[in-house]
């Protein structure tokens, strides 16, 4: 079967996602970093190598929310990880239940809020939560906890936690229906030989089935992980551009944002929006090869 | 079924706990929508209860109509959801099969640039690409959008259509072959038909995320006439923000749309996420 000629049904094959996919997805990305390395001066595009980064990182100006942005952005994965992925795990133990009856009705129900929009989760929180409306003070009152209530999405201390929970309300479906699958396709044999053996109940969770679906638990986290660095809607949506009270809600999405564009009195700067683009850039690339080298290759594979 | 694993105390408990999230889950979409229907007294004078006789109106979803130009930002995201799609799924379909049929020179190195977007998000690029779109004129058009949206959901489909492609058997398409059907035919003839549930899983896992895309409407396309649901409704309430009418009937109306796609596809999206499509 060798053949010199081109084959130029591959090419036609090819070419449309190639070149959709360099043009909008790869070009703009690598001329994102290229603008980092540029500044303007006097209306003129100027060379200026890593100094965009240098100001960001170090001048007070900038570096003071740049490091607020992103130590929040890793305060909202965490919050993500801690409570969303434990969550999501544990409905999906229960829904993966042999006898469970409405299984899937209740599957189908918690699903919903990950299909909404940001928009529609972002202001019904604010709504909800809003002292004005009074929804929830009063139903706290009905629970006794009445006196627990702040208006937590104006305060500093608390608006980045309540965003985060917010967050982890709307996206709850996508790690238990990830980690439900992987609960269906362990073979019934495993579990039997355990029973055998006397584990059964939460040390056959905690000894079978958990070790065997730690590969999803990866996979939730590493995509987990990309949403949360690249995540603005919500926040936009709640909060505005200016990520308030006072910046505490400021994640990166927000700051390149606000930096592109201008807000109030700063203008709009392309340069340095795309510094903190490269800067997001980066720390996706490093979460994605830790997960990819560090994690994926080292844990064990169950042939199943 | 062994006794252990069925006690009757336990599935109390476990119906208790998943009904307890189910109403968490659900609550809130409850009461933007009853309110959405109440006057603006009732809503703050008892915002649990349902409408009744009294408390009824339309009040909001009369501004709504008034003020906003929802049919056409309705008609807007339609537009770039399904022509996405569609180029999501040809593309990405002859492009997988180009992957999975052919042994070319670099076909691994493809794969694998291909695969690249599949972790890094392409918002990442939008300084240069609305730099690129105001240079070619595509700013505030929904081209701008779809060419966005396909370019993001291709390196997925293509990883998970082209694991489906590989079950499709040889035998059939060699017998193509014999019988002279060209490459192009035995694709779009043969292979596309059989690979219709994979198609199905990949429109659906992209479905909602461009429906509900808020970031490049913004950015590429915040004209009026160009505005999709997600954005004219979140500017609308932006700019109504006081009359709470009109912000919860602008809410329960962009809800509507998803709930709707949901409850037709929502086997189809939960057969693709527990399938195993997605590892």
Known sequence: MKRIRIRWHIVVFLAPAVVVYTTIMILPLFATLGLALYSEVENERVFVGLQNFQTLFFDPIWSEQFWNALGNNFWFFAIHML?????????????????????????????????????????????????????????????GLGSLYQPWLGQEEYALTTLALVSVWQF???????????????????????????????????????????????????????ANFNAFDLIYAAQGALAGPDFSTDILGTFMYRTFFGFQLQLGDPHMGSAIAGAMFAVILVGVCIYLFGIQTRMRRYQL | MNKARSNPINAVAMHGALILYTLIALFPVFVIVINSFKTRRDIFRDPLALPDSESFSLIGYQTVFEQGDFFLYFQNSMIVTVASLFFILLFGAMAAYALSEYRFRGNLLMGLYLALGIMIPIRIGTIALLEMMVATGLV???????????????????????????????????????????????????????????????????????????????????????????????????????????????????????????????RQLIRGLTSGAVK
Do not use: C
């Open chain 1, 172 to 226: 709850v479906g996508i790690p238990m229906m990830l980690i439900y699958a992987a609960l269906l396709a362990i073979p019934e044999e495993i579990l039997e030989a355990g029973e055998v053996d006397g584990i059964t109940g939460w040390s056959a969770f905690w000894k079978i089935k958990l070790p065997l679906i730690l590969p999803s638990i990866g996979i939730i986290s590493i995509l987990t992980f990309v």
């Open chain 1, 83 to 143: 409570v969303q992925n434990p969550i999501g795990i544990a409905l999906a133990a229960l829904l993966s239940h042999p006898r469970l009856r409405f299984a899937a009705l209740y599957r189908s129900a918690i699903f919903i809020p990950t299909i909404l929009s940001f928009v529609i989760v972002g202001f019904a929180w604010k709504l909800i939560l809003s002292p004005i409306w009074g929804i929830a003070p009063s139903m706290l009152d009905a629970i």
């Open chain 2, 140 to 266: 505030n058009t929904l081209t701008a959008l779809i060419l966005v949206y396909v370019a993001q959901g291709l390196p997925l489909a293509i990883f998970i259509l082209s694991e489906f492609m590989q079950q499709v058997s040889d035998d059939l398409k060699n017998a193509g072959r014999v019988d002279g059907l060209s490459e192009y035919r035995i694709f779009f003839q043969l292979v596309l038909p059989l690979v219709r549930p994979a198609l199905a899983t990949v429109a659906v896992f992209n479905m909602i995320p461009i429906w509900n895309d808020l970031w490049f409407p913004l950015i590429l396309a915040p004209s009026e006439e160009t505005k999709t649901l997600t954005l004219g409704s979140q500017i609308f309430i932006g700019q109504f923000v006081t009359d709470w009418n009109a912000v919860l009937s602008a809410l329960s109306m962009a809800i509507l749309p998803v709930m709707i796609l949901y409850v037709i596809f929502s």
